[in-house]
């Protein structure tokens, strides 16, 4: 104990003296939590549309009027030909092109069917998915509210109708930041312990005192629990400070117990932590600890969940993910955060992250090597 005792002060002291990690572990992350999810946006709006419009007619008019009107879609103006509004996707002044036949309104009235073309800039398949689908669904109602405002169905055989109501669980505003704060929150407490700890003992090495500590009696299990403990408390903490900050800039308040956050951050910082240590053991300068941790976090957030479904991964990214701590701190954070889940519904998570923990902190007691 007296050895742990030594360890700790001596980390301690290292770190509140260091400014720029100060920083790091508790500025950094404040002003991204504030400033990610306002940007980090799930809505497609702002879609520059281009209209070829060859009627010129009233229903025309008032199917533009309709588009325009919803706010999704900025309209930049009247094409003469669909060549020169085919120059505007080009030249990334245009995201969608509608062409409306010269026949419209007469095909539309005498023989009940008109065609419309949309041209689509497919270059973001996300932001052109959504934005067609909004456009047909527009296009859709407007061709519906035409034939029940013209052509009007008689009251004696009445039009069948299939009405839906929808129910939102968990999240009834829709409010995507209540879906991305808790999931950026995760990557801040994992990029904050995972770099720190796998610089702490390179950083060591380079300024030499590591050599001192190697000619201690100080098992390296020690050692390495002493790092632990420190970065542990300051991810703690990190987190404590990031929910502090969710609920008062964005209202993000836990449906479920706080407490099952802590606890499954307790094993998961275990296991962040120990993949930093086991960098950190294996690389000889700090820019080489850096470029390592980054590349892992990087694949860790990409595979994450954060931003792409898991389930629309393909089958190999999806086997990946069942190795990535990440992936289930998203989901318990999310689960206790938006659901209320309860201790039984987060206990698989919580076991695969603490076997996790297990590995990579003995790997790292064992990759680590007293010599002089």
């Known amino acids: 104990m007296k050895m742990l005792?030594?360890?700790?002060?001596?980390e301690f002291r290292q770190v509140f003296r260091n400014k720029a990690t100060m920083r790091m572990m508790f500025i950094m992350p404040i002003i991204q939590l504030v400033l990610l999810p306002l940007a980090a946006n799930y809505e497609v709006i702002n879609i520059n549309l281009a209209i070829v419009d060859h009627d010129r007619s009233t229903w025309s008019n008032q199917l533009i009027q309709k588009i325009t009107a919803t706010g999704y879609f900025r309209f930049i103006g009247y094409v003469n030909s669909y060549p020169a509004a085919v120059g505007l996707i080009e030249h990334d002044q245009a995201d969608v092109i509608m062409t409306i036949p010269p026949r419209f309104e007469k095909d539309l009235v005498k023989e009940d069917n008109a065609e419309i073309m949309l041209s689509v800039n497919a270059i973001n398949g996300a932001k052109a998915n959504i934005g067609s689908g909004y456009l047909t669904s527009i296009i859709r109602n407007y061709s519906q509210d035409i034939r029940v405002r013209n052509f009007p169905v008689s009251k004696l055989v009445p039009e069948p109708v299939i009405?839906?109501?929808?129910?939102?669980?968990?999240?009834?505003?829709m409010n995507y930041q209540q879906f991305?704060?808790?999931?950026?929150?995760?990557?801040?407490?994992?990029?904050?312990?995972?770099?720190?700890?796998?610089?702490?003992?390179?950083?060591?090495?380079?300024?030499?005192?590591?050599?001192?500590?190697?000619?201690?009696?100080?098992?390296?299990?020690?050692?390495?629990?002493?790092?632990?403990?420190?970065?542990?408390?300051?991810?703690?903490?990190?987190?404590?400070?990031?929910?502090?900050?969710?609920?008062?800039?964005?209202?993000?308040?836990?449906?479920?117990?706080?407490?099952?956050i802590f606890l499954f951050s307790s094993v998961y910082l275990l296991a962040v932590l120990g993949l930093g240590l086991l960098i950190s053991t294996t690389a000889q300068t700090q820019q080489q600890a850096m470029l390592v941790a980054f590349f892992l976090m990087m694949v860790f957030i990409l595979l994450g969940g954060l931003y792409t479904s898991i389930d629309s991964m393909p089958n190999w990214a999806q086997w990946i993910t069942k190795i990535n701590p990440v992936t289930y701190f998203i989901e318990v954070m999310r689960m206790v955060v938006m659901k209320g889940s309860s201790l039984r519904d987060i206990a698989g998570h919580l076991g695969i992250v603490a076997l996790l923990a297990v590995v990579l902190n003995t790997w790292a007691v064992i990759s680590y090597r007293k010599t002089a």
């Open 5 to 10: 005792r030594f360890i700790l002060e001596k």
């Open 163 to 173: 009405e839906t109501e929808n129910r939102y669980w968990f999240n009834v505003y």
């Open 180 to 260: 991305m704060v808790p999931g950026i929150l995760v990557i801040l407490v994992t990029m904050v312990g995972s770099i720190l700890a796998a610089m702490n003992i390179v950083r060591e090495k380079e300024i030499g005192t590591i050599e001192q500590i190697n000619v201690t009696p100080i098992p390296k299990y020690i050692f390495i629990i002493g790092k632990l403990i420190l970065f542990w408390i300051m991810g703690q903490f990190v987190l404590l400070l990031g929910m502090l900050v969710g609920r008062v800039v964005y209202g993000v308040i836990p449906q479920g117990n706080i407490g099952l």
